[in-house]
C-alpha cells in the first residue's frame, strides 16, 4: 500500500512569491494534517483538516492557508514568502480525528527562499 | 512555549547496549504519547506509543515508559543496532478547540556506534 505522498520534494522560491504544496493520504485516511520543520527543532502544526473541513490550526499568520478536495488529498498554500518560511514541510495522515491510531508521515517538500 | 521538552540533543551508545531516550511535558492534559523515528530525507515513522492511562508499552525491542507524576515519557531500545541511528521526536497530544493537537519535541539524534 502506498503510503503518505507528496509533492514536490524540493523546491526554490524567492521572497514575496506563492507556494503550493500537495499531499495524497493513506488510502481510507481522511484526515489530514501540515507541519513545519525547521532545522534543529521539531514538527510544528499549522493545520488539521478532516472530511473536507478544517478542525485545527496553528500559531502562524494568515499568509498559511490549506484546503482538503473531496477525495481527501489537501494543498497547502503559502502567499508572500519570506526568508522565515524556508523549512521542511510535512503531512500526515490518519484514519479520523481522535482514534488512537497515530499520524503517518510523508517525505516532505523541501522550501528553499532565496 | 514549549510543553514538550528533549533536553538531550545527541546520545551516543554501543551496539547491542539500551538506548534511553528522555522526554519531559508540562501540559497534565496530554493524552497520548508517540515516539518517532527520522532518517534523513524522509519523513518521520512511527515507532511506538502509549495512552496516558498506562505507564508501560512494549514493542518488540522498544519500550516506552510514562511516569505521569513526573511528566517524564522514555524510550527503551534494548539491544540497540546500527540501523537505529536516527533523530528521535516525541509527541504527545492535546484536545484543543474540537480536535486532537500533536506537539512535538525538538529531537534526539541517536548514533549507535558498531
Known amino acids: 500500500d502506498a503510503g503518505v505522498t507528496q509533492s514536490p520534494t524540493h523546491l526554490i522560491k524567492t521572497r514575496g512569491q506563492q507556494v503550493t504544496l500537495r499531499c495524497s493520504p493513506i488510502?481510507?485516511?481522511?484526515?489530514v494534517s501540515w507541519y513545519q520543520q525547521v532545522l534543529g527543532q521539531g514538527p510544528q502544526f499549522i493545520f488539521q483538516y478532516y472530511e473536507k473541513e478544517e478542525r485545527g490550526r496553528g500559531n502562524f499568520p494568515d499568509r498559511f492557508s490549506a484546503r482538503q478536495f473531496p477525495n481527501y488529498s489537501s494543498e497547502l498554500n503559502v502567499n508572500a514568502l519570506l526568508l522565515g518560511d524556508s523549512a521542511l514541510y510535512l503531512c500526515?495522515?490518519?484514519?479520523?480525528?481522535?482514534?488512537?491510531?497515530?499520524?503517518?508521515f510523508g517525505d516532505g517538500t523541501r522550501l528553499s527562499i532565496l | 512555549d514549549q510543553q514538550v521538552k528533549q533536553n538531550s540533543p545527541s546520545l551516543s551508545v554501543q551496539e547491542g547496549r539500551i538506548s534511553i531516550l528522555n522526554c519531559d511535558y508540562t501540559?497534565?492534559?496530554?493524552?497520548?504519547f508517540l515516539w518517532y523515528k527520522k532518517y534523513p530525507a524522509e519523513g518521520p515513522t512511527f515507532l511506538i506509543s502509549?495512552?496516558?492511562?498506562?505507564d508501560k508499552n512494549e514493542d518488540g525491542r522498544f519500550t516506552v515508559f510514562l511516569n505521569k507524576s513526573a511528566k517524564h515519557l522514555s524510550l527503551h531500545i534494548v539491544p540497540s543496532q546500527p540501523g537505529d541511528s536516527a533523530v528521535y521526536f516525541c509527541a504527545a497530544r492535546l484536545w484543543v478547540s474540537g480536535t486532537y493537537k500533536y506537539i512535538f519535541g525538538t529531537g534526539t539524534r541517536l548514533k549507535v556506534l558498531a
Open positions: 500526515a495522515s490518519s484514519p479520523r480525528v481522535g482514534s488512537n491510531q497515530p499520524q503517518h
Open positions: 488510502s481510507g485516511h481522511k484526515s
Open positions: 501540559n497534565s492534559m496530554f493524552d497520548y
Open positions: 502509549i495512552s496516558s492511562i498506562k
